[in-house]
């Protein structure tokens, strides 16, 4: 089955270009999207290495910093997907000037604050501009770029997240060099501007929705979402496993109801109409699999380093940068054959790269050589970007062009619950077998890359020579 098939009639008007924007404001909008992503990306992480320095300047408990990190994350996951509803009512663009302010804003008060609780007050402000940036990332790429030209712009926001977490460490550690740590948000507040100066005059408008925006769906959806990521993140950093539970039990009934409210429903805010079309559901099971075996990876693979094989933490940053730069290399690439190829097999034939190159690190031995990791790393990198932008086309591309957002919220919904299932995974691992849980997670981490390698295939049309 085509992604074309299932697109809405192109029709042209003065607000939306049918096929994609006129190439001056095509890449004015690009820069203002890649700049935005660059950032919100960026603070998901370069906060981390400020948060012994930030718990030392407020007198707060290691632990109570977390939630330094917590609060932008745990925003953003609460609202994807009824910021992408919104955007389909209001206009993409509308919602991403608003996020985008709000962002810039927010970091201005994340440097001037002056306790912890502020300062996690400011983070969730900063996680509720950021989700209004990526919940419409994806709908605002489908209109700028022409759809011969859909993958290559995919590839380039594949790269732009991939630079951001190569960067993030290094960057954090530069700023805090010469400068303390409220630095780390006010370098926000000047690209900020400049991405909402492109912005005004570059991204187009939108074909609007005309339904009601649910605020009881809305609701439901934050608290089963924020409810089972608080609750997962309990279990597995506390010895507080009762209140865990219940946070997670409690989550997953809010989302019970809200799938029974939604399920019948033409356009609900949950996108259940996109999950009846086969290629966007193989595409999201694609998504949440290759994405937990990225986090399974990505948690065990630093403790094995340090705690198994003796190198020391400046080293194991170093062997960690090698995967996010493959994928920084292969995303545009990828991106580019995306527009020629079968995503259904390109999709598989990363996935399958990376399944090996897991299994090859679960491999190493006592006494491995630096290069050794290396190139292991790099492999799972290569396969991890060949995959990541052909499978967020097909997303995009095999929902009508109407909900253009409420496909690019799934899309990110769908990395986040991955990302939270490695995480939790790891965490059983580690739990109940000790050290042994480090390899434990890589052999997992494989097999789940093959799990999303066959997902990829079910997108065929039954003579194998679909785009999808």
């Not at 927010?106 to 001037?112: D, Q, R």
């Not at 740590?181 to 006010?186: I, N, S, V």
């Not at 994928?327 to 790269?353: E, N």
Request: a positive charge; one cysteine or more; glycine letters at 10%.
């Amino acid at each position: 089955m085509s992604p074309d098939a299932t697109e809405a009639p192109r029709a042209a008007s003065k607000t939306m270009a049918p096929d994609g924007l006129p190439v001056p404001a095509r890449y004015w909008a690009a820069a203002s999207v890649c700049v935005a992503l660059f950032i919100t990306v960026l603070d998901s992480s370069i906060a981390n290495i400020a948060l012994p320095t930030i718990a030392r300047d407020f007198g707060a408990r290691p632990a109570a910093s977390i939630w330094i990190v917590n609060a932008y994350q745990l925003a953003i996951v609460v609202c994807l997907l009824p910021f992408a509803s919104l955007g389909e009512k209001i206009g993409f663009k509308r919602l991403y000037l608003a996020g985008l302010s709000l962002f810039t804003l927010a970091s201005l008060a994340c440097a001037l604050s002056r306790n912890l609780e502020v300062l996690a007050a400011a983070r969730a402000l900063q996680g509720l501009g950021a989700a209004g940036v990526m919940s419409v990332n994806g709908g605002i790429i489908r209109f700028v770029w022409p759809h011969a030209q859909l993958g290559r712009g995919i590839g380039l926001n594949a790269l732009i997240i991939s630079v951001s977490a190569v960067v993030a460490p290094s960057l954090a550690s530069a700023i805090l060099a010469v400068g303390p740590w409220p630095w780390l948000f006010a370098v926000n507040i000047p690209l900020g501007l400049i991405a909402l100066g492109l912005a005004a005059r570059s991204l187009p408008a939108n074909p609007l929705s005309k339904r009601p925006f649910d605020l009881i769906s809305a609701g439901l959806n934050a608290g089963a979402f924020g409810l089972v990521i608080s609750g997962v993140d309990v279990l597995t950093r506390t010895t507080s496993l009762a209140l865990g539970a219940v946070q997670t039990a409690l989550g997953v009934g809010l989302g019970l109801i809200l799938t029974r409210r939604e399920w019948r429903r033409n356009e609900p805010l949950v996108p259940f109409d996109l999950l009846r079309i086969p290629p966007f559901a193989w595409s999201i099971a694609t998504s949440i699999a290759s994405f937990a075996a990225q986090l399974l990876a990505f948690v065990s693979l630093p403790f094995r380093f340090e705690e198994t094989l003796g190198f020391n933490q400046v080293v194991t940053g170093l062997l960690m940068t090698p995967w996010p730069a493959a994928v920084g290399l292969a995303a545009p690439v990828s991106g580019w054959l995306s527009d020629r190829l079968s995503a259904a097999w390109l999709c598989a034939t990363g996935l399958v790269i990376l399944a090996l190159g897991l299994g090859a690190l679960a491999l190493i031995g006592p006494h491995p050589a630096v290069w050794d990791i290396a190139w292991r790393m790099a492999l799972c990198g290569a396969g991890f970007g060949l995959f990541q932008s052909p499978n967020n086309r097909v997303m995009l591309t095999a929902a009508p062009r109407e909900r253009a957002g409420a496909a690019g919220g799934m899309l990110g919904t769908a990395r986040l619950t991955g990302q939270t299932t490695g995480a939790l995974l790891t965490a059983i691992l580690f739990e109940g077998f000790g050290a042994r849980g480090q390899v434990l997670a890589l052999w997992v981490a494989a097999a789940m890359a093959l799990a999303a390698a066959g997902f990829s295939l079910q997108r065929r049309t039954p003579g194998g020579s679909a785009r999808v």
